[in-house]
């Protein structure tokens, strides 16, 4: 009785005599483990994923509005801009002689759910994403015709496209767009490398192709009985006449807020320069109260759950009196009845952080291609981090000590007391 192995083989075996009961507790506790490792895996992930989207780049412009809603529309492609920015300004900024590259995008079009967005080939030189690693090809080129789109990885394999198929942009946002351009369809000439970021979900085509399929259309809708074909409309002048935003690579990051004061001052038109760091810290202090109240409710439900488990040890007591006095009886000493409800509760907290962990991993891989469609963000299946190790440890450390009350008054019980019949 004194080997630490047959007392919790003890413990094991009670267990399992209650299993019911015991299995529910282990539930309510993975539950809370679930959900206090989910909140703090969101978070983390989410802003990796947010800090990992962009490197490299000095400036986003766009029309006056929040630079919040600008870092979104314009990096994340979450949201919608209030007004787009005339593309005379977009040289008058690009020609300034601390401006070393810029990469204007034009958005508002859509394929099968997935945005698109118009820019020039030099976004495929000059962006940078996670410690300015560049973007890479993982078939095929960048764009060279009106008419060529490159496709990020994610859209590529969840719908099926190869170098050379054919897709067709919808006008609007959403799965079905609001109209397709049907008649000028693109053709795949590149899919990237996955980058993990919006990257890969985004159709990347050209500023002349943007424009080319709206030559014959107006206001958002399509003008009647005008039609241009895909062939004539090479012949054209597809110069855009606006773009959404743009980004901005300085010569020097030392001239970065004197480029941020001027463009904020422009006088063409009503404009906005972010620094995208900056923006993002901004983003996080946003949010900082909703994570603070997303983990104390997450540090409640923990807590209800190791109650429920010291609630159903303490319950059962009065039921195991017998079960006691006959350890007691065959040799077990108060310590070992001591020892045994402890291991029960670790026993008992160690299932419900694996269950939990489990339930976890379970989730994150159900509703990740959800979040990602929904909120662009993705949620990797990784190793759990240091901190939700600590997490564990402090939650199986918690469900002990929550142990200590019901065994401490079951090494108060003497043979005696547990073979008196109480009436």
């Not at 009196?321 to 009886?329: F, P, S, T, V």
């Amino acid at each position: 009785m004194t080997a630490p192995g047959a007392i919790v083989a003890l413990s094991v075996r009670s267990l399992l005599n209650r299993r019911l009961t015991v299995g529910l507790t282990i539930f309510a506790i993975a539950i809370s483990v679930m959900l206090v490792l989910g909140v703090e895996k969101v978070r983390n992930d989410a802003k990796l994923g947010f800090a990992n989207t962009i490197s490299g780049t000095d400036l986003i412009v766009g029309a006056r509005s929040g630079a919040i809603q600008l870092l979104l529309y314009s990096v994340f492609r979450i949201g919608n801009a209030t007004n787009n920015i005339s593309w005379k300004s977009y040289q008058t900024i690009a020609k300034r002689p601390d401006v070393k590259w810029t990469v204007p995008i034009s958005l508002g079009d859509s394929h099968r759910g997935y945005r698109v967005m118009g820019t020039t080939a030099d976004y495929f030189t000059h962006y940078r994403y996670a410690r300015k690693r560049p973007l890479q090809f993982a078939a095929g080129k960048a764009f060279d015709d009106v008419f060529d789109a490159v496709l990020g990885a994610e859209a590529a394999a969840t719908l099926g496209y190869a170098v050379g198929d054919k897709i067709v942009v919808a006008h609007g946002l959403g799965v079905g767009g609001f109209s397709d351009h049907a008649d000028k369809p693109f053709t795949v000439s590149g899919i990237l490398a996955r980058t993990g970021t919006p990257v890969d979900r985004t159709v990347h085509v050209s500023l002349a192709g943007i424009e080319a399929i709206h030559v014959d259309w107006k206001g958002g809708s399509r003008v009647p009985g005008m039609t241009v074909s895909a062939d004539e409309v090479r012949t054209m002048d597809l110069t855009p006449r606006s773009i959404t935003a743009f980004m901005v690579g300085l010569k020097s990051r030392l001239g970065a807020f004197r480029a941020l004061r001027d463009i904020n001052a422009y006088r063409g038109e009503p404009l906005l320069a972010i620094l995208p760091g900056v923006a993002l810290q901004e983003l996080w202090n946003m949010m900082g109260t909703a994570e603070a109240a997303l983990a104390v409710v997450a540090l409640f439900v923990v807590v209800g759950g190791l109650i429920g488990m010291l609630t159903m040890l303490l319950a059962s007591l009065n039921e195991r009196r017998r079960e006691m006095a006959i350890l007691r009886a065959v040799g077990a000493r108060p310590a070992h009845v001591f020892a045994m409800f402890v291991s029960e509760a670790l026993l008992i907290t160690a299932t419900g952080c694996i269950v939990g962990l489990a339930l976890l991993y379970l989730g994150v891989l159900a509703g990740q291609p959800i979040i990602e469609a929904q909120y662009g963000i993705y949620l990797p299946v990784s190793p759990p981090t240091v901190r939700e190790w600590t997490i564990l440890s402090i939650v199986l450390g918690a469900g002990t000590l929550a142990g200590f009350l019901p065994a401490f008054l079951a090494y108060r019980n003497s043979v005696a007391d547990g073979l008196t019949v109480r009436t």
